[in-house]
């Protein structure tokens, strides 16, 4: 994001674009606050048939749908599940759960995010942030694709949105060019002071790159999914929370709150609107109403070379200790 994009972040905000989701079934993930909450708010107020607010602990889940009912009048539309994205049984029950569970299943908002601010390592033997973001975030996409592949009809292409982060485009440089991914799983590699999550949100465009190829309908070439990346502005939720154990941070995110962050609601309405915008934002970077470039990383031979050597360190990461990875992704 450039400074001048920052400063008016706050005044200019997304449009408010309401379409209708009647009919639809709708996962939202990471959705008992922030970002996730508000758009499955936004979800239900639209009409969705069916939004499952895909959460790590319950009791915060029924507190989300309690007031998702509450605000919307409509119940029996929003369901809580419990996902962790921590933990690969989870992600594979929820996903199992979802194949199983709807007739079809039209959207999967893939917005569980962290912004991890020192290293900690998984149980998988990764960096947390790039467990939740990357990893975690992938699996879940592959593991939902053939169900969202079953669901396109012949009016209606299914959605999977996953958030990225306008931050990665301040990713001038990787550690490796070779060994990107694994570069930042370590210690020494951890990307301090918020890089490792800009890192993580432009590994999340590659694996978009990746997803888009998966997507594509084996006989006619077109996509049976769209896969938008959506980027909501700098929004005032939860992401900076172990930014306020430190109390010289908790002061300038308090400023930064004031002055240039926009609420979660305006920040969903890009959510919404990506989604709305059909195949124009498929494999595509959207932010504030507009397709953008997404990241200088992403650009050129050498953009195209790093998406190709993540994809397969991402896959072979996942396939390590899910082997039906390999299966979902054709290899
Ligand atoms: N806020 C911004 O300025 C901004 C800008 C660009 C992109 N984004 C992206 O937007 C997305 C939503 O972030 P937010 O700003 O709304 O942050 P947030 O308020 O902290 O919400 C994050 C959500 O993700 C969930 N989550 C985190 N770890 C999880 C795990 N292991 N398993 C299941 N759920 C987990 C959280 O659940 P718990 O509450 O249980 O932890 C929460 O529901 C993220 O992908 C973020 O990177 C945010």
């Known amino acids: 994001m450039g400074l001048s994009e920052l400063l008016t972040n706050k005044w200019i905000v997304p449009k408010d674009v309401r379409p209708s989701f009647k009919g639809c079934n709708v996962i939202v993930t990471g959705a008992n606050v922030g970002l996730g909450y508000e758009t499955a708010l936004k979800f239900v107020q639209l009409g969705a048939n069916r939004v499952v607010l895909a959460v790590r602990t319950l009791s915060k889940g029924e507190e989300a749908k309690r007031q998702v009912e509450s605000k919307t009048g409509r119940t029996g539309v929003a369901e809580v599940w419990q996902l962790d994205m921590l933990n690969y049984d989870s992600i594979k029950a929820f996903a199992d759960k979802a194949t199983k569970d709807f007739d079809h299943l039209d959207i999967a908002c ?17 960096e947390r942030t790039m467990q939740v973001n990357v990893l975690s975030t992938t699996l879940l996409a592959l593991l939902l694709m053939p169900k969202l592949k079953a669901s396109r009809t012949a009016t209606y292409t299914p959605v999977l949105e996953m958030v990225g982060s306008s931050n990665a485009g301040l990713v001038s440089k990787l550690h490796s060019d070779r060994t990107p991914f694994a570069s930042y799983n370590t210690p020494t590699g951890f990307g301090k002071v918020g890089v490792q999550y800009n890192v993580s949100k432009l590994f999340v465009l590659y694996v978009q790159a990746g997803l888009v190829d998966l997507a594509k309908n084996k006989e006619s070439g077109n996509p049976d ?30 400023l930064f709150e004031v002055l240039i962050q926009r609420t979660t609601e305006e920040g969903a309405r890009t959510y919404i609107s990506g989604i709305d915008q059909g195949e124009k934002t498929h494999g595509e970077f959207w932010k504030d109403d507009k397709i953008r470039a997404p990241a200088p990383l992403m650009a050129g031979e050498k953009g195209k070379q790093l998406r190709a050597t993540v994809w397969e360190e991402v896959v072979d990461a996942l396939a390590k200790d899910v082997p039906e990875v390999r299966q979902l992704v054709g290899t």
């Not at 893939?110 to 990764?126: F, P, R």
């Not at 896969?227 to 929004?235: L, Q």
């Open 225 to 254: 999914v769209f896969i938008p990346v959506v980027c909501p502005g700098a929004t005032n939720s939860e992401l900076g929370r172990e930014v306020k154990a430190w109390l010289v941070l908790r002061v300038l995110l308090w």
């Open 110 to 126: 893939l917005n569980a995010g962290i912004a991890g601010l020192s290293y900690q390592e998984s149980d998988y033997g990764y």
